[in-house]
Each structure stands twice: as structure tokens, then as C-alpha cells.
Nanobody, 120 residues
Framework: QVQLVESGGGLAQPGGSLRLSCVASGRTFSAYNMGWFRQAPGKEREFVAAISQNGGTTLYEDSVKGRFTISRDNAKNTVYLQMNSLKPEDTAVYYC?????????????WGQGTQVTVSS
């Protein structure tokens, strides 16, 4: 079992930045690919980014490429999502997930989510 706790959400202005963190506890963090998803009101949960077990491979959804960066620190059992050049359409609840890759159904473990709101 893996427990995931996200933090770092909040209110940002368009063009601003936020960094999300997700701390894992339980089983060996470095054994899992990690991902970030988001869900806006009235919409399905969508893939944002994923990172492989050792951080050597990353994948991004097209709308966040060049703006968001996923990274991980296995010594701290933490995965990050650096979000730059934020847009109002990035507003959503952001979820951390473990043990999957690019689709919702692949992931075994989920955090509780953190709200990101982009507004002037």
C-alpha cells in the first residue's frame, strides 16, 4: 500500500507559477512510476505528466508541454510538478498517482488532490 499526500496548490495569476509536491509513504517509492492528473469541474480526470522510476523518462500532455515540469527525489519520497506560465484553463484539482503511466486506469494509488486556481 502507498499513501500519497499532495501540497502546494493555491491561487495564482495568469502567467504565474506554482510548484506542487506529493510525498509518498508505505512501500518503496522508487519502485513506482509516478504521475499527475487534474480534474476541472464538470470534466473527466485527465493526464498531465508522468515520470519513470529513476526519473529518466518523462511524458507530458500536449497542452502543458514547455510549461510544466515533473521531477522526483527518491531520497525524499517526493514527486514534484513545477507549473509555469499558468493559464485560467489550468484551474483544476490536481492529483498525484503511483504505479501507472499515461492513463487513469493504469494507476493503483491516488492522493486526495490539491486545488489550483488561476485567476486575476
Amino acid at each position: 500500500q502507498v499513501q500519497l499526500v499532495e501540497s502546494g496548490g493555491g491561487l495564482a495569476q495568469p502567467g504565474g507559477s506554482l510548484r506542487l509536491s506529493c510525498v509518498a509513504s508505505g512501500r518503496t517509492f522508487s519502485a513506482y512510476n509516478m504521475g499527475w492528473f487534474r480534474q476541472a469541474p464538470g470534466k473527466e480526470r485527465e493526464f498531465v505528466a508522468a515520470i519513470s522510476q529513476n526519473g529518466g523518462t518523462t511524458l507530458y500532455e500536449d497542452s502543458v508541454k514547455g510549461r510544466f515540469t515533473i521531477s522526483r527525489d527518491n531520497a525524499k519520497n517526493t514527486v514534484y510538478l513545477q507549473m509555469n506560465s499558468l493559464k485560467p484553463e489550468d484551474t483544476a484539482v490536481y492529483y498525484c498517482a503511483a504505479d501507472g503511466w499515461s492513463t487513469y486506469a493504469q494507476y493503483s494509488y491516488w492522493g486526495q488532490g490539491t486545488q489550483v486556481t488561476v485567476s486575476s
